[in-house]
T-cell receptor
Framework: EPEVTQTPSHQVTQMGQEVILRCVPI?????FYWYRQILGQKVEFLVS????????KSEIFDDQFSVERPDGSNFTLKIRSTKLEDSAMYFC?????????????FGSGTRLTVV | AQKVTQAQTEISVVEKEDVTLDCVYE???????LFWYKQPPSGELVFLIR??????QNEISGRYSWNFQKSTSSFNFTITASQVVDSAVYFC?????????????????FGQGTILTVHP
């Protein structure tokens, strides 16, 4: 079964550093998402990406964050100048199309720890 | 705005008991999708079930069943004959109908999650 692949599985970074979280969505999917889950809390929507541009973003997704699909296969989330409160699990997801049969597929997540 | 409420923070049962996880949602959309996800201790999100707002037929899939009632905006999930391996956090989630070029791209709104512990 096709999978969404996220790398790395765990990243530790120093406060103020930039990090790039990488995702390889399912190849024929059209919609791409990033979600965040702070430890012990609910999963929160960050951003959706469709047709090579951001289609929707939450209030969490401020100027510190950016997304890119640089080569048609990878989908990256960049966090500039990380803060302690950015420590969380970050999930990438992709979806094939609009119809109901196209469910979400989540990656296994990247646990980001900012120290 | 969409909202999902899982009033049960934690549930503890003994193996083989049935357990129902409650979910209540709010949305202004007339067409939407409801989901249940499981998050085991390893942290990944495991898709369990999806239901369309226009299909209120309740179903059973193995030990899982769900009760969707549009009139009360509830989408409850039942595990029959629970097992220790069912211990996890369970999330209910809501998504509007995707409308590319319009106003919705299908983001999921999650509830706070219910921690289910099944004791042997």
């Amino acid at each position: 079964e096709p999978e969404v692949t996220q790398t790395p599985s765990h990243q530790v970074t120093q406060m103020g550093q930039e990090v790039i979280l990488r995702c390889v969505p399912i190849s024929n999917h059209l919609y791409f998402y990033w979600y965040r889950q702070i430890l012990g809390q609910k999963v929160e929507f960050l951003v959706s990406f469709y047709n090579n541009e951001i289609s929707e973003k939450s209030e969490i997704f401020d100027d510190q964050f950016s997304v890119e699909r640089p080569d048609g296969s990878n989908f990256t989330l960049k966090i500039r100048s990380t803060k302690l409160e950015d420590s969380a699990m970050y999930f990438c997801a992709s979806r094939g199309g609009q119809a109901v049969v196209y469910g979400y597929t989540f990656g296994s997540g990247t646990r980001l720890t900012v120290v | 705005a969409q909202k999902v409420t899982q009033a049960q923070t934690e549930i503890s049962v003994v193996e083989k008991e049935d357990v129902t996880l409650d979910c209540v949602y709010e949305t202004r959309d007339t067409t939407y999708y409801l989901f249940w996800y499981k998050q085991p201790p390893s942290g990944e999100l495991v898709f369990l079930i999806r239901r369309n707002s226009f299909d209120e037929q309740n179903e059973i899939s193995g030990r899982y069943s769900w009760n969707f009632q549009k009139s009360t905006s509830s989408f409850n999930f039942t595990i029959t004959a629970s097992q220790v391996v069912d211990s996890a956090v369970y999330f209910c989630a809501l998504s509007p109908r995707t409308n590319a070029g319009g106003t919705s791209y299908g983001k999921l709104t999650f509830g706070q999650g219910t921690i289910l512990t099944v004791h042997p």
